[in-house]
């Protein structure tokens, strides 16, 4: 993924003569904030574009639209409570989109963490996460984002009927394969740019 916004925000901030400490300070954010905002692991939401353009004295809109093009890799969000099922299916994700950001999180409170801080154009979402029921953590992202695409990926055929009363726009049996998750490309509610 092209990292145009990190890039503008180190060039800027060397320019003032401030380390990544100090603009963190002005920001009222953590250093690693900075520091990944930077290296391209993460990008601020656009109220704290502005803010970073404020505190550098910089263009707002060159560094609106350098984090824009830095979203050429759109961001598919795998949540899954065991470990074995997040190792085996990142594999296959970036085998199935390699043009897609994979990140896999194990717990629901952080994939909605994420989910709240970066765009995501596709949740494969367990339905069994532990105490939590993935039914309703696709419900609490869609309130978040409407316009995201959560697709279930469960070993349960049983939860199909629920799952489409739901607002998701697929339904993937395990083990995860390649074939299916591009056979979902096409049926996504809100098409991506980029995903294939």
């Known amino acids: ?112 963490r994420y989910f709240k801080n970066n765009p995501v154009a596709l949740v494969l979402l367990d339905i069994k996460l532990g105490k939590t029921n993935g039914l309703d953590l696709c419900q609490e992202l869609l309130q978040i984002r409407p316009n995201a695409n959560v697709a279930y990926l469960t070993a349960y055929p049983e939860y199909s009927l629920d799952a489409w009363n739901t607002d998701a726009c697929g339904f993937i049996l395990k083990p995860l394969k390649a074939e299916e998750v591009r056979r979902l490309i096409p049926r996504l509610r809100h098409p991506v740019r980029g995903l294939l």
Not at 28 to 40: D, I, K, P
Not at 88 to 104: F, H, K, T, Y
Request: contains cysteine; aromatic residues 2%; proline residues 5%.
């Open 1 to 112: 993924m092209a990292n145009y916004f990190g890039e503008t925000l180190c060039r800027s901030r060397a320019e003032k003569g401030l380390s990544q400490q100090q603009l963190a300070n002005r920001l009222h954010v953590t250093r690693s904030a900075v520091a990944n905002w930077e290296t391209g692991h993460r990008l601020p939401n656009a109220a704290m574009i502005s803010h970073i353009a404020r505190a550098l004295d910089a263009d707002a809109a060159a560094l609106l639209a350098a984090a824009d093009e830095s979203h050429d890799a759109p961001n598919v969000l795998l949540v899954d409570d065991s470990p074995i099922a997040l190792e085996e299916g990142l594999p296959v994700l970036r085998e199935a989109l390699p043009n897609a950001n994979d990140v896999g999180l194990a717990s629901p409170a952080e994939a909605v």
